[in-house]
Each structure stands twice: as structure tokens, then as C-alpha cells.
């Protein structure tokens, strides 16, 4: 195990509120020498969730809800890694490889688990498929490039049909995310429509899909109704007490079997925990009763009050993947922080300084924070906001919405942008610009010189190849020796074991003369052979009678 | 040939400066009722192309630089497509399927030329796979993106020669736009050094690979040279009389066989008629005489001054593909004009001007416009400017350049938006924020129910499909009558002829029960059977299994 004497190590997954405050805290309030600080996250930046449906309408631009990490956060090392598996028994996480093909591992004393989570689809045929999810700032944004591109075809589309099909839009869950994005929604197109003079309001089709009785569950009865009222008058449909059950490419299908034509539905609900949350919720046997009295693996980290984990003195969990439970209320059932962005930054602030007591050896303090409220936009000047109990809605509840989240919003710079953004929301109209970027693709051609390697014995498997011209050598270092295993030639496949065996390159692949080779991703290989029977007994085979060979190149 | 009565029918093909301000003065100057102009452009927005290199340093916002078509042209019918041929006999333009798998076909009694150029990689290995070419927003986007992947992983990376590796870049042109580039990025780095403390601006290399014995062959020598020291004193090495000759994955390698290892490799240089034009020159025969006596095809659309296509009443070229004519000076040479913003909005004006006089029975007129001036920023409040003759250089030319270009560039807000930037970019620092959207790969699933359609015949052959689970049938409309063709079951592979053959599918396919499929995009496809044998054989065998059945089940 990983022991180490001088700063304890605190490494923390994840680069959401929870994580990067919980980094923040620690370093603000640790002694100098106390303690480093390592952050693995996806992003380089945090992104402002509550504002991210506004990004939709366009009424903040693509860049201001996201903060560089980098900014807020000085003085820790940020890996810009995904996190591929923890291993508490070692104090040891495994992240992705970066530029170079080879796994980065950071051992630590202390770990903060800060993953959040991810859509769930189980269950909902076709929904992973062609279901467009609402978690992140590129969800956000790839959302907006889609409706601008649905607008351009249905502006010069002549078929009455399937102008109707492009000029509906759904999504599914009635909670804040979800209400947001239907209104940010109809708020683009809206805001849009004098530059597409063909597209008529009364054509477009608004569906939100619940499947409680009411929408906005996260607030009073009586402010869920006026939401309700308020998208009505827009024309936006509101399916109650309706699920979704599948997706295909041009239509989504309710439980009761009504198929709504369409292409582009929004999936705001349910969400299940990260894979590497799950894949230790199954190695440590967490389970949750359920009320029929069968137990169920956990959704969610199992926490006690001082946001560390049961069992583990050096595991802490925050934010959306944690369950963290709040002081009980005589006479209520126990009750846990909501995932917000409000209770993932307390919970950060109270893991930092009980992670600090913890090595100090003094006592830690219990996460006490009920919330202070609620609040959503509606678009259009008209939200609902719930404040230490009292209801306010209509247009005092936006206007408060707007200021509460430009005080929250990190940075003077920003706040100064986003307001500018809303002040001139009034005056100009907003561009409706589609940005494509290409993106190099899975499968794509590779060129190399004489002598240059492929990869490298021990590089991480994550390509196959198929030498399309040129002839590359097969070596091995065993024992300061290297020996030449093979030479392959054009149309020969190599990589795909250590692809297949998840296991590292066990050879190196040096080119004998100027190649060219085709690189396919792991993912989009996986695909194939599974899909492919010729391919994948070919490929099979080829793996197959290598390994059976007395040197073994298994390149 | 299409013909006919009422409004003259106008296609414009491109979105850029020349095509859409051609469709913007012909709406302008025409009569009532006199045309209609459809304009076909691959992006909804036209770039402000002399921003373009400030993305790379975020001193301008990402979609500062765009304008949206719809915003500065109203009245025209706007098609987000690509061209795939012209046909010049029928006058006809065929353009790519948008959500419908339709193939779009414009008919026009004029036809305007404006698709601009991209960028040729030919003679040089390696570079079309692992160059970044810079010609569009998207590229400037994508160039920014991985300039700051690169400094996220060089902060934390420990190896000295893989930081070196990752932290040197080359930019092949010393073009206004090479320069443009590599200061841009000089700046990117400079700006952000105190976000990324490990990294030291003494081991960051930028390269600029110029084939001339001097940079900036736009403008007088003097400025070249300017430029030059200016950029020196940066640090920023400048390679002269040095060409491209291969890239690899990790590196550039010049002409003389020096091998530069880098991760970041941008080619400004050379240009090649877009494919449309290219085929259009082809089929017509146009050649050039070369200084050594011998014929060439055409590098762009030969012109008369009139912007008219020799022996074409119909069809017109404008912007960087036209090679257009400069009324003779005595005792020189004969001059075209240069490929910039400046000239193709010029020729724009003519041009619209022109096809209305043609229209009217009238004589149109010569282009004829000099240029007034050429102005380059090299970053660091220094520039290069030379007006009407007159050289400019350092901090005065700077100020110029960037007056010049907020003034030219379209609409308030924008002019507002891109002010405060450079405004503000003295005051507070920059965002560096990594952007990365995630695209539908070119090998997805799909989900289908039953009776749904995977694809009709008739529809275009853009995908090909591979049956995981379910159950489909293959169904054939002929005169009047559908007969059933066959039955599908899990593994097998369907719409293949209609990609080999680039034909419509000739048979509708429909599910039977909840089926999914594997689909691969076209590219891909072709790409995967070229390379690979076994899938490219089983594929063709089954292809022509088909073929030679008598029902011709070719789906």
C-alpha cells in the first residue's frame, strides 16, 4: 500500500463544484507543507450548471458559464484525465492516458470522490441511441448546434409531414433541468424566427414529458402549477403521469404506446452513478433496502454525515454522487442533501475541513445545510423561486434568478460578460450560428517515416492497425535483449491484442519504410468485430494462432 | 435545360465574403419580382476571415468572428448543404441530403461560382492526415482546442524531451496568414503562462517554415522584414527558403531531411481548387500555359474581366477560385487579383451588377480594383500596414489593423462585442477553456420498431448497416405493385450496393420486430473495405451473390 512521509497526498476525482471547492478549501485552509492537492477532471473548466439551459437560447454566450479550472484553482496539479478505476485497498487511481499511450497513476493518502453521474437509459430501448442528454456544457451546446441545423432544413423543407416531424421537440423529465430546457427551447426558436421567415410558430410542437402528476417536484405544489400554466400559454404540451419507453432515429414512444414523430428528443431523467462509483458500489457489496424490503445496490455512494466513507478512514465522497445524509427531524423520515449545485459546494467547504481534522487527529464536524431555496427560469421574464419557505413566481422570481446567479457566477470578468449578454438581450437580436467542428475521426489513416515506431512495447492498447502500404518490424525487449519477432506487410492487421486483452502493447512496431497504416479506436473496433462475424473470426483467428506460436507476437 | 418564365432564377454557390454579398447587392439593386437567388453554403455563418487568427489567442470571442447568413441577406433561400456537381449543360446543381436522405437539385438560369479554394496536401506525405490546415472558423477553433490539450499535458508531464516534443510548434507559410498564425499562437501561450506554472516560455518552440527568401511576400520588403525581427525577438524561429516535405504523427520533416518533433503541425500553404471546380475544370478542358511552355489544368476558374465564364452566359465566378483579370498598365504584366476579403467583396458588387445588365439587355462592365492596402497584426500591439503605397509598421500599423477591421465588420453588436474584447483583454486575463463536443461517430447503433423503415428506396446511399438484433424486410415498388424481396436476420448486411455503386437504394427496408442496427458512415465504410481484406471480400462476394440473383435483391 501507498505510504508516504512529508505533505499527505489528497488526490480528487472529478471537476464539478464538488470537487473543485472541496480542492479549494483544502488548500486554502491546509498549513504550507501540510498537504498537495491532485484534481483529475475532463474538463479544463467548471461548468456554472444553473445557467447551462440558457446557453440553448443563446441568452449567455457559449463560453461564459464555463470558469477555467485553472483559475479558481491555484497551487493544485490538474490532470486533465478520465478516471478509469480506483483501488482502495492500494490508495491508488488509474486514469486514462493522455498524449502518450501509457495509464497515469496517482497514489494517495487521502481521495475525494467527485464523479457526479450519468444518464441512465436502462430499460428504454434506443434512448443511448438517439437520445440527446442534458448533463454538461458540450450537451449544451451540441443541443443548440442541432435545433439552429432543425430550423435551416424545416426553413426550406417543402414537405408538410416532415416539416412536423423537424419542428417537434421533446423532452423527457418535469424536475428543474427538464422545465428549463423546454422553455430554453421554445425560447431560441422564438427568439429566432424573423430569420426564418418560413418557419411558423403555430407549427412547432413543445412537448415536455413527466411522469409524476405534477411538474417541478423540487418545489411547492402551488409553484409547480403556476410553471405549468406559464409553458401552457406558450403552446408548449405537457404530458403528465407519462413515461418514455423507446427512441429510433425519427421518433420517440411513450409507455402507452403513442409514437411521437420527431428528431430531437431530450432525455433530462433518471441518472445513475459514474461507472467507476458503480464498479466500487459492486466490489464493496453497498446495498440500499428498498421499501418493499428487497435490497438493491446503491445509487448512490453510501455516506455518514462527515462525508466519509463507511469503513474507509481514507475515502471521502461529495456532491451528486454521494448520499449524504442530513440531521434528522423529530418525527420525519431521514432525509439527504439534494443534488444542487448549492449543497455540493457546502458539502465541499465540510469534506475539505474534515479531511484536514482527520490528519490534524482532531474531531470533524457533521454536514448540517438544509438549503436555503429553489429557483428556476421559465424564460420569457417569468421564473418560480422558493425561499426559506416562501413562494415567489412570475416576473420578481426571474429577476431574482438572474441575481442570485450572477453573485454565484466565479469571476468579476464573467459576471460583467453575462450581464452585459442579458442587458443587450433586449436590444440586439442573439446570432444564431451553428458551429461543426470536424473531429478526427475513429477510424482514420496514419502516415510514418523509416524508423519511427508505431507504439511501443507497454504503451497502452488503445488503436488496432491495418497496414495499408509499407513494411513494419515486430520487436521485443526481453531481458536487455531485443529480438525481431516478425515483419508484416501490406494488409496485415496488428494491435489487436493488447486491444482485445485489455492488456498492454507487448511489442514494439518500427517501420521499415515510409507507411501508411489504418488506425481504428478501441470502442469503434469493439463495434465492429462484435457486429461483424467475418471480420471478427478473421481478426479471431489472427489473434488466435499468434498466441498459439512459440514466441508469442502478439503484437 | 431547365428555362423559364417570371423572376430569373440565381444559385449562388458558397457562403463566404464573395457569394454572399454577390447575393446581397443582386437583392439590393434588382427589381421587383425580377429574381430569386438561392444561396449554398456549408456553414449558416459567413467568417470574418482576417479575425480568424485572434480565436487562436481568444483576444476575439469564438463566434465573434461569424456572422449569420440570415442576418445580412434577407430575401434569399438559403440551402446548408454541400455542392456535389454542377452541371453546366442542364443547368442543374446537385447538393448533398440533409436530414432527408434526398439529394437537393437547384435548377438556375444564372449560376455564381464562389466556393472559394481548400487546401492541397499533394507531394507531401503525411501532411493530409497530420497537418491542421487553417482556412475556416472551425479550424481556428479546433486549433485553439489542441494548442491548450497541449499545455494541460505539458504541465504535468515529466519527461524533458516529451515536453519539448509537445511543446514545439510548426507552422508551414509565411504568408499573412502563417505569420497571423504563429503569433497568434505565441500569444495563446504568453497570455496563459501563469494558468500553467510548469511550463516556461523558455522551452516553448515556434517554428515558421516559409519556402521564400523573405515572409510577408504580400508587402514591400521592408515590412517583410520588420516583421521579421519583430517576430525574432519573440523567439519565434523563422525558416527560410525551407519547405514541407512529410509529417508523421510526432513530427515535420522539411524538405532537406531536418526532422522536427512536434505534436502541432499547421499548414497555411498551398491552396487547390475545391473539388467542384476542380471537376468542372476538368470536364471543360481549361489549361494554363506554365512559364516553361507546357499546359496545366487550371488552379482556378478562368475568367473573363467580366466575371463571366468564357463561352457560359450563364455562369459567373467570383472570390478566391476566379482568376480575375486587372485592367492592364502599361509596360507590366499582366495582374489578378489577390485572393482576399478586400477583393472577392468587390467583385461581389461587380458581379451582381454584371448578371443584372446581362439580364436587362444591358452592357455590363470590367472589374477593375486595385486594392487600397494590405495590413497584418503580429500580436503584441505590433502590425504591418501598407495603404495605397504608403509602409506602416510597429504599434501605428497595429491600431490600423484593428480600426480597419472592426469597421468592416458586420453589425453593431458585433463591432460592439469584438471592441470590449480588445478592450478588456488589457485588463483581464483571457479564458482558457478547452472545448470539446462530442460528434455522432462515423460507426453508431440504431434502434428501430416495428414497422419502421430503416431506409426507402429511392433515398440516397449514405450508410451502410450490419442487422445485430431483429428481424427486417426487403421490399421493392415497381409499377405500382410492392413485392417482397427477402427476409434479414441478425448478422446480416444490407444497403451496401447503393454505397459501392453511389446509386439510390433500389429496395425500402422495414422492420418486422424491435430491430438494432449497426450503421457505418459511408467514408468510413469505403475506408475499412479498401484496407480491409477479408470485410472488403465478404462484402463484394455478397454484393455480387446479389447482383447475379434474378430478383436483383440489391439492397
Chains 1, 2 share one sequence.
Not at 423543407?157 to 428543474?176: P, Q
Request: hydrophobic letters at 40%; glycine letters at 8%.
Amino acid at each position: 500500500m501507498y505510504k508516504q512521509s512529508g505533505p499527505k497526498r489528497v488526490v480528487i476525482l472529478g471537476g464539478g463544484f464538488a470537487g473543485v471547492y472541496t480542492a479549494r478549501q483544502l488548500l486554502k485552509k491546509a498549513r504550507p507543507g501540510e498537504i498537495t492537492v491532485d484534481l483529475v477532471s475532463m474538463d479544463n473548466f467548471m461548468a456554472f450548471q444553473p445557467l447551462l439551459p440558457e446557453v440553448i437560447s443563446g441568452s449567455v454566450g457559449i463560453a461564459d458559464t464555463a470558469t477555467p479550472i485553472r483559475q479558481i484553482l491555484t497551487g493544485a496539479t490538474i490532470h486533465l484525465r478520465e478516471v478509469e478505476s480506483v483501488d482502495v485497498e492500494n490508495r491508488r487511481v488509474i486514469c486514462s492516458a493522455g498524449f502518450q499511450p501509457h495509464l497515469l497513476e496517482l497514489n494517495y493518502d487521502h481521495l475525494v470522490i467527485a464523479l457526479g453521474n450519468v444518464c441512465n437509459f436502462q430499460g428504454m430501448t434506443g434512448l443511448a441511441e438517439h437520445a440527446m442528454p442534458f448533463k454538461n456544457l458540450a450537451d449544451a451546446i451540441t443541443l443548440r448546434n442541432h435545433i439552429i441545423r432543425i430550423m435551416e432544413e424545416a426553413d426550406c423543407e417543402k414537405s408538410e409531414a416532415f416539416r412536423r416531424e423537424l419542428l417537434t421537440f421533446v423532452v423527457g423529465g418535469g424536475g428543474f433541468s427538464g422545465v428549463e430546457v423546454i422553455a430554453q427551447i421554445h425560447g431560441l426558436i422564438w427568439r429566432a424566427r424573423r430569420n426564418y421567415p418560413n418557419i411558423n410558430m403555430d407549427e412547432c410542437r413543445f412537448i415536455l414529458v413527466h411522469s409524476q402528476d405534477r411538474i417541478l417536484p423540487e418545489v411547492a405544489a402551488k409553484l409547480g402549477h403556476y410553471a405549468e400554466k406559464q409553458l401552457r400559454k406558450r403552446n408548449i404540451e405537457i404530458l403528465l403521469g407519462c413515461r418514455l419507453r423507446s427512441a429510433t432515429p425519427r421518433s420517440a414512444i411513450l409507455a402507452d404506446g403513442r409514437e411521437i414523430r420527431t428528431r430531437t428528443l431530450v432525455s433530462t431523467v433518471p441518472s445513475q452513478p459514474h461507472p467507476v462509483v458503480e464498479a466500487l458500489i459492486r466490489q464493496q457489496g453497498w446495498q440500499q433496502s428498498t421499501p418493499d424490503g428487497r435490497k438493491r445496490p446503491m445509487v448512490r455512494l453510501p455516506d455518514t454525515p462527515m462525508l466519509q466513507m463507511e469503513g474507509f478512514s481514507d475515502v471521502w465522497a461529495v456532491g451528486d454522487c454521494a448520499q449524504v445524509p442530513l440531521p434528522m427531524k423529530a418525527g420525519q423520515a431521514q432525509a439527504y442533501a439534494p443534488p444542487t449545485a448549492q449543497h455540493a459546494s457546502r458539502e465541499a467547504v465540510s469534506c475539505a475541513r474534515n479531511i484536514l481534522a482527520d490528519m490534524r487527529g482532531e474531531k470533524g464536524k457533521a454536514f448540517n445545510f438544509f438549503g436555503i431555496g429553489a429557483l428556476a427560469s421559465l424564460g420569457r421574464r417569468r421564473g418560480v423561486a422558493q425561499i426559506l419557505g416562501v413562494c415567489i413566481s412570475g416576473f420578481p422570481a426571474w429577476v431574482l434568478w438572474r441575481l442570485v446567479h450572477l453573485g454565484k457566477l466565479p469571476g468579476i470578468y464573467r459576471k460583467f460578460r453575462v450581464g452585459l449578454s442579458w442587458l443587450f438581450d433586449f436590444i440586439f437580436p442573439s446570432d444564431i450560428i451553428q458551429l461543426s467542428l470536424k473531429q478526427s475521426g475513429g477510424i482514420r489513416q496514419e502516415h510514418y517515416e523509416t524508423g519511427e515506431t508505431v507504439f511501443e512495447q507497454g504503451d497502452v492498447g488503445d488503436r488496432v492497425y491495418v497496414l495499408i502500404k509499407g513494411e513494419v518490424e515486430v520487436m521485443r525487449h526481453e531481458n536487455d535483449q531485443v529480438c525481431r519477432l516478425a515483419q508484416l506487410h501490406s494488409g496485415d492487421i496488428f494491435g489487436e491484442m493488447a486491444v482485445l486483452h485489455r492488456s498492454p502493447r507487448n511489442a514494439t512496431i518500427r517501420c521499415l519504410e515510409p507507411s501508411e497504416v489504418l488506425s481504428i479506436e478501441r470502442h469503434q473496433f469493439d463495434t465492429l468485430i462484435h457486429c461483424l462475424n467475418d471480420l471478427g473470426s478473421s481478426v479471431r483467428a489472427t489473434a488466435e494462432s499468434r498466441s498459439n506460436c512459440n514466441d508469442k507476437t502478439d503484437v
